[in-house]
């Protein structure tokens, strides 16, 4: 990989991990702000990071040969790996992980959970990707059988 290439790699994964923790922190603190409302109600950031992701896996010759098939085959793509595929499996779980937390965001408002109490679920969300969402279901279930039983 040439040198310019590098630097872009880096540069554009900096510039995607600097503006996921702004957005989550706008969500996560700031959850009625014009711009968090906006965020959560349309998949603006995954939206924007797939033209990064998109990027990283043309630079990185593409998919090809992947094999999703098996885990031998996963095994195999995190071996072979490049700084480019690192950064779009990287992008991948940032644009996925914000997804599911505005989810869990407009989730919780139609079920009348107050924000403060998914803030553990998105914090998990944001680093433990499923973590969150089981942390967030047990909370939903668990307040859901509390009014029932009211």
Request: contains cysteine.
């Amino acid at each position: 990989m040439n040198k310019f290439n590098s630097f872009m790699t880096t540069i554009l994964f900096d510039v995607c991990n600097l503006l996921i923790l702004l957005v989550w922190g706008l969500v996560l603190f700031f959850p009625r702000w014009k711009i968090s409302e906006n965020l959560i109600s349309y998949p603006w950031v995954p939206l924007g990071i797939s033209f990064f992701y998109s990027y990283f896996i043309v630079v990185s010759g593409g998919l090809v040969e992947a094999d999703f098939s098996s885990l031998e085959g996963i095994v195999s793509l995190f071996k072979n790996t490049t700084p480019e595929s690192a950064a779009a499996g990287w992008l991948h779980y940032l644009a996925f992980d914000f997804w599911v937390g505005t989810w869990i965001i407009r989730h919780s408002r139609k079920n009348e959970i107050a924000h403060l109490a998914i803030i553990l679920p998105l914090l998990c969300t944001f680093m433990l990707g499923p973590v969150g969402v089981m942390i967030y279901s047990l909370l939903f279930f668990g307040i859901r059988q509390f009014r029932k039983a009211k």
